[in-house]
């Protein structure tokens, strides 16, 4: 599944739920539900969050860049006597380098919950209320949107490397596939456009 077509199912279903609890928006919280939406095909070195991130976009790069970062924190938590903080991070870009796309740690429940564990320490860090809600319906909708695909996701790595899908699934990239995320992104953006002058003047 493309990446807008995630990061649009990621906004729209926020604006959804401000909308149905009467909240305001909170933008801190669209950022974090779009960037969580996104940070799982950080294990693809084409995709939208690499487009940032990655000095070169191939494989290499990738492997080699992530593995980098890794052992920079794990030097950081090694000075630190340990801190599992910045351990936890190096272990996650380790993982990050050597996982390819939709086959290891990033489509999983573990690395949800890795993920989730390490965007809420950061917004204790930096005083931001609720990130680990945002951020988990953010990840949880891309792991869930692409289980809805024919390759599936290995949602119990590393304790079973068998690919879960729903029970109706579309070919990403076919035509019909395309179609069914132009339609979603299509009939997002009017709900969108249509709700959200009364959610920011709430
Ligand atoms: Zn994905």
């Known amino acids: 599944m493309k990446g807008k077509t ?8 926020f604006i959804a739920i401000c909308n149905s609890i009467s909240a305001r928006l909170n933008f801190s919280g669209l950022i974090i539900v779009t960037i969580a939406s996104l940070l799982p095909d950080i294990d693809h070195p084409k995709s939208i969050i690499n487009r940032y991130i990655l000095p070169f976009r191939n494989k290499s790069t990738k492997t080699v860049f992530y593995t980098c970062v890794g052992i920079v924190f794990l030097w950081y938590s090694f000075l630190h006597n340990g801190e599992s903080y910045l351990q936890s991070l190096g272990i996650t870009f380790v993982l990050i380098a050597i996982s390819s796309h939709r086959k290891g740690l990033t489509h999983s ?24 809600y945002y951020f988990m319906l953010g990840y949880g909708l891309h792991l869930v949107c692409d289980m809805g695909t024919n390759r599936g996701i290995p949602l119990f790595y590393p ?19 395309n179609i069914i995320e132009e339609f979603i992104m299509i009939l997002g953006l009017l709900y969108v456009v249509y709700q959200l002058p009364s959610i920011i003047y709430r």
């Open 159 to 177: 304790f079973r490397n068998k690919n879960f899908k729903l029970p109706i699934t579309f070919r990403t990239n076919s035509k019909v596939g």
């Open 6 to 13: 995630h990061a649009g199912i990621g906004v729209l279903t």
């Open 109 to 132: 429940l573990t690395g949800l919950i890795l993920f989730s564990f390490i965007a809420g320490y950061t917004g204790n860090i930096y005083n931001i209320d609720n990130v680990i």
